[in-house]
T-cell receptor, first 116, second 115 residues
Framework: DAGVIQSPRHEVTEMGQEVTLRCKPISGHDYLFWYRQTMMRGLELLIYFNNNVPIDDSGMPEDRFSAKMPNASFSTLKIQPSEPRDSAVYFC??????????????FGPGTRLLVL | AQTVTQSQPEMSVQEAETVTLSCTYD???????LFWYKQPPSRQMILVIR??????QNATENRFSVNFQKAAKSFSLKISDSQLGDAAMYFCAYSRPQGAQKLVFGQGTRLTINP
């Protein structure tokens, strides 16, 4: 299996611009998670989906952030408008819905976002 | 809310030696899962080992093993025969059971391997 795929790997943009991060989970996985990693706050969950439905978005920092999962093989995280404090590494992770491995999340390589 | 604490920001070890990374957590749950993830300079998060709280036996994966002390809420990672490729940030993480749940991460420990 190819693992979780994220694109782009690096993104540099200017404040005020729209940024879209993309994720393709591992085939057959029913759960998808978006995490953000910063020096100040460490790794924190932004939102997660089960069978394409958002379950917990309490970690989404503000209305500028939105996430969608239109189908089982694709999710986006959008920031509009972007701000310098959004600079971070954004990870996507997926998890299967099987009893023995349901709690293990497999991470993508991350997208390193820099907002100038 | 659950919290995870890694009290060692940095650790170093000589190649081929053994090192132990510490992790404590706070929860009121009786059943849960604990994980160690490795993050090398590439920033990829790689699962090292996982432990189910209901299992008394400590998990092992080749050179990696854990010392799970449920009463003390302690979950340390032991790396035996350290190799240069083990150099990375190591994160301890907690999740509740009952379906996939969010991971709560510790602050991380940066491990350096000295040749």
């Amino acid at each position: 299996d190819a693992g979780v795929i994220q694109s782009p790997r690096h993104e540099v943009t200017e404040m005020g611009q729209e940024v879209t991060l993309r994720c393709k989970p591992i085939s057959g996985h029913d759960y998808l998670f978006w995490y953000r990693q910063t020096m100040m706050r460490g790794l924190e969950l932004l939102i997660y989906f089960n069978n394409n439905v958002p379950i917990d978005d309490s970690g989404m920092p503000e209305d500028r952030f939105s996430a969608k999962m239109p189908n089982a093989s694709f999710s986006t995280l959008k920031i509009q408008p972007s701000e310098p404090r959004d600079s971070a590494v954004y990870f996507c992770a997926s998890s299967p819905d099987v009893t023995t491995d349901q709690e293990t999340q497999y991470f993508g390589p991350g997208t390193r976002l820099l907002v100038l | 809310a659950q919290t995870v604490t890694q009290s060692q920001p940095e650790m170093s070890v000589q190649e081929a030696e053994t090192v132990t990374l510490s992790c404590t957590y706070d929860t009121s749950e009786s059943d849960y899962y604990l994980f160690w993830y490795k993050q090398p300079p590439s920033r990829q998060m790689i699962l090292v080992i996982r432990q189910e709280a209901y299992k008394q036996q400590n998990a092992t994966e080749n050179r990696f093993s854990v010392n799970f002390q449920k009463a003390a809420k302690s979950f340390s990672l032991k790396i035996s025969d350290s190799q240069l490729g083990d150099a990375a940030m190591y994160f301890c993480a907690y999740s509740r059971p009952q379906g996939a749940q969010k991971l709560v991460f510790g602050q991380g420990t940066r491990l350096t391997i000295n040749p």
